[in-house]
């Protein structure tokens, strides 16, 4: 009779934790891509090409994009504010992480624009600098840009502009990796006279570049180079190229390249190291065949995964960004030339690493340019995302049928315990 009981409560466990299991497993695959709200209210969205996020307000959020300029959100991409106005191309836009108020920002045909009120309002700086600016990177208080017409580099906070070289390319990405006196700066291209290849690097700022080898392919185009914060698996901070022939990574200041496997094969236009963990790796693709999608890698690069699901059929990622929330989230742009239709998206991604989520208050909302409506009832639904994670309800009822039932099995353990007592005391 005892063993039956043991038996029944022992399957009744086995059940409930498989339950419980299931429920776990079910929740992380359901994590869904949701939208962000919309540019402009009953309008279409314009596609985007670079979204940044404030260091030290994780709300807010800036976005370049093609045919509203620069818009920027101080709720986490729920409303959006036109700011730029007379602007309506931009290419890329990053904050500076060692002036949080500070974000700059590169256009199509209106050079480099810079702000320092987190971009409520902005100033064009073109002194010397071509008017299609690119791709930006800043490290300390060195600026430098790839244009159509090759690189250039301002260390007076953007009041002039001194030409690198490389003016034969369209250069669509730079870099700078820090060394113990000075530091490196990557230059790729997409277009131009590459000569022996597309990624290039100097050691200065003297204009003297040198094209990458090392097993990198010498006919593989350059759309995005990442460089992470701090070392992985190296001395060094990695440093990811994103090409038309897929991602490749160095860990020694690019004397070698080894390309990172795992994803499907296709172009690769962006890529995002975790700054709280150099080991987490996002990459966005465009890819033509269908394939393209955000994917993140937890393990250097080593293996790879679709995040999440949601996103439209056959997305073309075109900007991707991390918000240091708790969990952190993922901002994502999809954009099908087919059909003209763009969006924004978020996710969570609670298996990324944390800095600095604590949320600070909030930025103020004031702009210097046209507001977009507040979101109505008619307009497309924005969900809003805290800085807790939500639990599957079936997960809290499998965990407490779980916790009864061990009390009942300890419950009738003493009760028979206490009757086998009674029974054989002398």
Same mark, same amino acid.
């Given at each position: 009779?005892?063993?039956?009981?043991?038996?029944?409560?022992?399957?009744?466990?086995?059940?409930?934790?498989?339950?419980?299991?299931?429920?776990?497993?079910?929740?992380?695959?359901?994590?869904?891509?949701?939208?962000?709200?919309?540019?402009?209210?009953?309008?279409?969205?314009?596609?985007?090409?670079?979204?940044?996020?404030?260091?030290?307000?994780?709300?807010?959020?800036?976005?370049?994009?093609?045919?509203?300029?620069?818009?920027?959100?101080?709720?986490?991409?729920?409303?959006?504010?036109?700011?730029?106005?007379?602007?309506?191309?931009?290419?890329?836009?990053?904050?500076?992480?060692?002036?949080?108020?500070?974000?700059?920002?590169?256009?199509?045909?209106?050079?480099?624009?810079?702000?320092?009120?987190?971009?409520?309002?902005?100033?064009?700086?073109?002194?010397?600098?071509?008017?299609?600016?690119?791709?930006?990177?800043?490290?300390?208080?060195?600026?430098?840009?790839?244009?159509?017409?090759?690189?250039?580099?301002?260390?007076?906070?953007?009041?002039?502009?001194?030409?690198?070289?490389?003016?034969?390319?369209?250069?669509?990405?730079?870099?700078?990796?820090?060394?113990?006196?000075?530091?490196?700066?990557?230059?790729?291209?997409?277009?131009?006279?590459?000569?022996?290849?597309?990624?290039?690097?100097?050691?200065?700022?003297?204009?003297?570049?040198?094209?990458?080898?090392?097993?990198?392919?010498?006919?593989?185009?350059?759309?995005?180079?990442?460089?992470?914060?701090?070392?992985?698996?190296?001395?060094?901070?990695?440093?990811?190229?994103?090409?038309?022939? +897929?991602? =490749? *990574?160095?860990? /020694? @200041? !690019? &004397? $070698? %390249?080894?390309? #990172?496997?795992?994803?499907?094969?296709?172009?690769?236009?962006?890529?995002?190291?975790?700054?709280?963990?150099?080991?987490?790796?996002?990459?966005?693709?465009?890819?033509?065949?269908?394939?393209? +999608?955000? =994917? *993140?890698?937890? /393990? @250097? !690069? &080593? $293996? %790879?995964?679709? #995040?999440?699901?949601?996103?439209?059929v056959r997305p073309r990622i075109t900007a991707l960004a991390l918000q240091a929330l708790?969990?952190?989230?993922?901002?994502?742009?999809?954009?099908?030339?087919?059909? +003209?239709?763009?969006?924004?998206?978020?996710?969570?991604?609670?298996?990324?690493?944390?800095?600095?989520?604590?949320?600070?208050?909030?930025?103020?909302?004031?702009?210097?340019?046209?507001?977009?409506?507040?979101?109505?009832?008619?307009?497309?639904?924005?969900?809003?995302?805290?800085?807790?994670?939500?639990?599957?309800?079936?997960?809290?009822?499998?965990?407490?049928?779980?916790?009864?039932?061990?009390?009942?099995?300890?419950?009738?353990?003493?009760?028979?315990?206490?009757?086998?007592?009674?029974?054989?005391?002398?």
């Amino acid at each position: 009779m005892r063993r039956s009981h043991h038996f029944v409560a022992a399957t009744l466990i086995l059940v409930v934790a498989g339950s419980l299991s299931t429920a776990a497993v079910a929740t992380a695959a359901d994590t869904r891509w949701v939208a962000a709200g919309a540019q402009q209210i009953g309008q279409s969205d314009k596609p985007v090409w670079s979204v940044s996020v404030s260091p030290t307000h994780p709300s807010l959020v800036l976005a370049a994009t093609e045919g509203r300029g620069v818009l920027r959100s101080a709720d986490s991409g729920a409303t959006w504010s036109a700011v730029t106005p007379g602007v309506t191309g931009a290419w890329v836009v990053r904050f500076d992480s060692q002036q949080p108020a500070t974000a700059y920002a590169g256009t199509q045909v209106g050079g480099f624009l810079k702000s320092t009120d987190e971009g409520k309002s902005w100033t064009a700086l073109n002194q010397g600098l071509p008017l299609d600016v690119r791709s930006i990177d800043v490290l300390g208080a060195t600026i430098v840009v790839g244009t159509a017409q090759g690189v250039y580099d301002s260390t007076d906070g953007a009041t002039t502009w001194h030409a690198l070289g490389l003016a034969d390319l369209d250069v669509s990405s730079v870099a700078l990796l820090a060394k113990p006196s000075g530091f490196s700066v990557f230059a790729g291209a997409d277009n131009g006279n590459a000569g022996a290849g597309y990624l290039l690097k100097s050691e200065d700022l003297t204009g003297s570049w040198r094209v990458m080898k090392g097993g990198f392919p010498s006919d593989a185009t350059i759309a995005t180079i990442a460089v992470a914060s701090k070392s992985s698996g190296g001395s060094d901070p990695p440093v990811v190229a994103g090409t038309s022939q +897929g991602l =490749f *990574r160095s860990d /020694d @200041r !690019g &004397a $070698s %390249w080894n390309p #990172l496997n795992g994803l499907p094969t296709a172009d690769f236009n962006l890529v995002l190291f975790n700054p709280a963990n150099a080991d987490q790796i996002y990459a966005g693709s465009d890819a033509d065949q269908g394939n393209g +999608g955000v =994917f *993140r890698s937890l /393990d @250097r !690069g &080593a $293996s %790879w995964s679709t #995040l999440g699901s949601g996103l439209p059929v056959r997305p073309r990622i075109t900007a991707l960004a991390l918000q240091a929330l708790n969990p952190p989230e993922v901002l994502a742009a999809a954009w099908n030339p087919t059909t +003209g239709q763009a969006g924004a998206y978020r996710i969570i991604d609670p298996a990324a690493s944390v800095a600095g989520a604590s949320a600070a208050p909030t930025p103020s909302v004031t702009v210097r340019a046209t507001t977009t409506p507040p979101v109505s009832a008619a307009a497309p639904a924005a969900r809003r995302t805290g800085s807790t994670l939500s639990i599957s309800p079936s997960y809290v009822i499998a965990l407490a049928v779980l916790v009864a039932i061990g009390l009942f099995v300890l419950v009738r353990r003493w009760r028979l315990r206490r009757e086998d007592r009674r029974t054989y005391s002398p």
